[in-house]
């Protein structure tokens, strides 16, 4: 089992920035795809980054490659989205995800919901022009 904790979001102007948490909690530390999804109102939801924790590759969506930046505190179980140079239609609730026990993210299904077992609450993120 697998809880997870999103903060961070808000109300930015366009421009600004704004710095995602997700706080892990399990009885089963180990690696894990931890993947961070956002899903704008009245669409679906979409994958915008990922890492393994406890150390791997990262990924991101075409559309935020060089916006954002996903990062992990490997001490205190948390995975980071830092974004930058926001826009109105970043506007959304963005959730946190991890994957199986012991299975890495992978470039073919980082970005894939059923590749997550365990979804936070999300965080509300709304930026205006």
């Known amino acids: 089992q697998v809880q997870l904790v999103e903060s961070g979001g808000g109300s930015v102007q366009a421009g600004g920035s704004l710095r995602l948490s997700c706080v892990m909690s399990?009885?089963?530390?180990?690696?894990?795809?931890v993947g961070w999804f956002r899903q704008p109102p009245g669409k679906e939801r979409e994958g915008v980054a990922a890492i393994t924790s406890g150390g791997g590759g990262t990924y991101y969506a075409d559309s935020v490659k060089g916006r954002l930046t996903i990062s992990q505190d490997n001490a205190n179980n948390m995975v980071h989205l830092q974004m930058i140079s926001l826009n109105p239609e970043d506007t959304a609730m963005y959730y946190c995800?991890?994957?199986?026990?012991?299975?890495?993210?992978?470039?073919?299904?980082?970005?894939?919901?059923?590749?997550?077992?365990?979804w936070g609450q999300g965080t509300q993120v709304t930026v205006s022009s």
């Open positions: 399990t009885y089963r530390p180990g690696r894990r795809c």
């Open positions: 995800a991890a994957g199986p026990w012991l299975a890495g993210c992978s470039s073919a299904s980082w970005y894939k919901k059923n590749s997550y077992n365990y």
